[in-house]
């Protein structure tokens, strides 16, 4: 597990490595924010293989695959914000 680096009490969140603790929220924003991408394209295609009659493909269930997964990290990064 890594380190925390944000203390939580009465007052709210503050942390020691204010540096630290930046980037990491950077980083975790910049996920959400490739992961929201990726859903977008992830529809796209979808909705292509649907149209070309290959919704029953691996291709289409490894998709969808993904995107529910996606959805799930989504919800739980959202939850946060």
Known sequence: MKEIL?????NGYHCENEKAAI???GKIEEM??????????????LADLRAAGKAKSVKFNQLLTKKLTNVSIIAALESCF
């Open 32 to 45: 959400y924010r490739r992961t929201c991408e990726e859903q977008e394209k992830i529809s796209t295609q």
């Open 23 to 25: 980037k990491r929220l």
């Open 6 to 10: 944000t203390i939580k009490d009465e």
